[in-house]
């Protein structure tokens, strides 16, 4: 993907995304780009500056200390089951396992279906340390 800063002729400016510079030129070509504003398609790209990412030695951010924390919590206090989270957690709910906290991995079908069903979930904002290098 690929982000475009454009202006029209009227001087409106905008930002795009594109599958790549050619589906922009495609879709220019065609008369698919136009100003959100006044609709004019005699669209430009204009100058833009480059995304560039921080150094790797950055400090974390506190989003990430947080997350960090969370899943030291999780992995600590609950039992990873695995692909097997949709699986152990109905069981659990219809009482044919013990209660207890878990973790692991499902499907989205499975979790909406866990949902549905009214037994308590929630994704996690990490992959859970045994799937990790």
């Not at 594109?18 to 008369?31: I, P, V």
């Not at 609950?78 to 989270?85: A, E, K, L, Q």
């Not at 949709?86 to 013990?98: C, L, S, V």
């Amino acid at each position: 993907m690929i982000r475009y800063a454009l202006k029209c002729p009227q001087g409106h400016g905008f930002e795009s995304w594109f599958q790549s510079a050619a589906a922009f030129d495609a879709l220019k070509a065609a008369g698919h780009v136009a100003c959100p504003e006044c609709g004019d398609a005699k669209v430009e790209k204009s100058l833009m500056a480059p995304s560039i990412g921080t150094a790797s030695k950055a400090p974390p951010s506190d989003r990430e200390k947080v997350i960090a924390d969370l899943r030291r919590h999780v992995e600590a206090n609950s039992d990873y089951v695995g692909m097997n989270f949709a699986a152990e957690a109905r069981r659990m709910h219809d009482g044919d396992a013990p209660s207890r906290s878990i973790h692991g991995e499902a499907r989205l079908d499975e979790a909406r279906q866990l949902i549905e069903e009214g037994i308590p979930v929630a994704p996690l904002p990490f992959v859970p340390t045994r799937r990790t290098n």
